[in-house]
């Protein structure tokens, strides 16, 4: 996967760049989670909506977590905020192994954000900089 961020403000070009790979990356996780899930069902339980009215939840096929199984699998993020921690070993495994997103750089975009609070500046907050802000 293509970098998301970059060290110099991005031109257009870069900025369409970084748009296609990031639909390369969704239409994969939805092409492989499709795959996973055939013809099986599928429960969710809402756990509650985030402040923009977005249900979180929790969704399972059969005794298998599905954001256990992204995240696992590098096709998605554990976002502590709402998971508390629940897929924190996943994402290891999966950053370990070079899956998914962890086959190159990557700096999850609330860390950036937050650094750039901070008072960091974008290439020190970016995955260029080698670790995590």
């Not at 760049?17 to 499709?34: K, Q, T």
């Not at 399972?60 to 699998?73: A, K, N, P």
């Not at 096709?75 to 994402?91: F, K, V």
């Not at 008072?119 to 802000?133: I, L, M, T, V």
Request: with cysteine; charged share 25%.
């Amino acid at each position: 996967m293509a970098s998301e961020l970059f060290r110099r403000r991005p031109s257009e070009r870069h900025k369409k760049i970084r748009r296609r790979a990031r639909n390369l990356v969704s239409r994969r996780a939805a092409n492989e989670l499709d795959g996973f899930i055939e013809r099986s069902v599928l429960s969710c339980v809402k756990v509650l909506l985030d402040p923009y009215g977005r249900t979180v939840a929790i969704c399972t096929v059969g005794d298998t977590d599905l954001g256990e199984w992204l995240v696992g699998h590098g096709l998605a993020l554990d976002w502590p905020h709402y998971s508390h921690g629940r897929y924190g070993a996943a994402q290891a495994g999966a950053e370990h192994a070079g899956r998914g997103i962890w086959a190159g750089n990557y700096v999850a975009s609330w860390l950036y954000r937050a650094c750039i609070r901070a008072g960091g500046r974008p290439g020190g907050c970016s995955d260029d900089a080698g670790e995590d802000p």
